[in-house]
């Protein structure tokens, strides 16, 4: 039975960068309470749709592959915060990156996507499906937010980034992982206005609400994910000193502490990234590891722990082995086309528009 190993990854942050003092000038909240409750400082906002960041992420990973989208067999798009709902992401990515004819499937497991998707994908490529995927984290999550709401409007931003996948006889990829998901606590973290349960009440498309309980969030995310290592390194028989990096779901600081804690596995083999991007879901996972790689944290053959929860609640963790090798074979010139207004323009504007509509 192949491996699936990891042989590329690409990233893709819009430029526009919302700091915590924008939210300040229109939300009661202070850039204090913000960083020491949660360890963010900024997010960015996204001036195109998520598929547009979801391309330049998947050309700049298939280029640090080596390969192009002929090449691919499979696309699996993580995310929540689609563009369409039919059809779906992933169809959309095809024709973009040149892999017409390939199996394209989206997963929804909120900030999760992008880790079950690599399960998905990874034994896809075990049981012989396919050679090759390409797994997408991304999402744009400004337009769905309650920019009236401090609760909510201060923890997340947008983003994206992908890896390529690839069938090989070498002790690579994801070595063992455990999902779960706590069902009976979906109603603490729901956006109510995104769906069908929506569609002819009367409620504006984006005109969101959140539900959302952040402690409850906060002692949920801690012990799945808590449990979720515990259990995974367990199966594996290595303890916390045999793991070389920690690229945790970015949310909250202090939830990625009380879970390094847990783990048993000291900060300065955990990989942060939420003070500069806040929670951007399904795309925090695959950002940090991209981030990690480009600072030379990922050592060839580094054994990598990856926990995450989300929505619903989803929560999960995978030990992944690294390849030999942590450098691109080449690089894409993708980009984005620039912003042509501030993020704090743009928040204003969705703000108002929301306003003008429930007027
Ligand atoms: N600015 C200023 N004050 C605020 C803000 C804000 N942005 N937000 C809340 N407050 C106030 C509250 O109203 C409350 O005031 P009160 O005491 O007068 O009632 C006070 O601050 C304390 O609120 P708490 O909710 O108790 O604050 P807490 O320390 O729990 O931090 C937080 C809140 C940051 C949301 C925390 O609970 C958390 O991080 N939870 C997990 C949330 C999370 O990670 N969500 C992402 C999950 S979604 C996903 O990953 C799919």
Redesign the pocket.
Known sequence: MPNAGITGWGRCLPPAALTNADIATFL???DD??TS??GIRERRISHVLLQDMAEVAAKRALACAGLTGRDIDLIVFGSTTHDDQCPNMASGLQARIGAEGCAAMDVNT??TSFLYGLSTATAMIRSGVVRSALVIGGERIAPYMDWND??VA??FGDGAAAVVLQATERDEGVQLEKLGCYGDAREI?RIRGIGGAYVHQGRLLGATEWQFE??E??KK?VNGMGSACEDVLRRAGIGPDDIDLVIP?Q??L??IEFVAKRAGVPMERVFVNVQRYG?M?AATVPVALCEALEQGLVKPGAKLLMPA???GLTFCAHLVRFGERVTPIATSDAELPPATHSALEMVLAWRAAKGAALA
Do not use: E, K, M, P
């Open positions: 009661d909240t202070t309470w913000i409750r949660t909120a900030c401090r609760n201060v923890l973290l952040g402690q969030i906060f995310a779901h949310a909250n202090r939830i929670n879901s929860f989300g929505g």
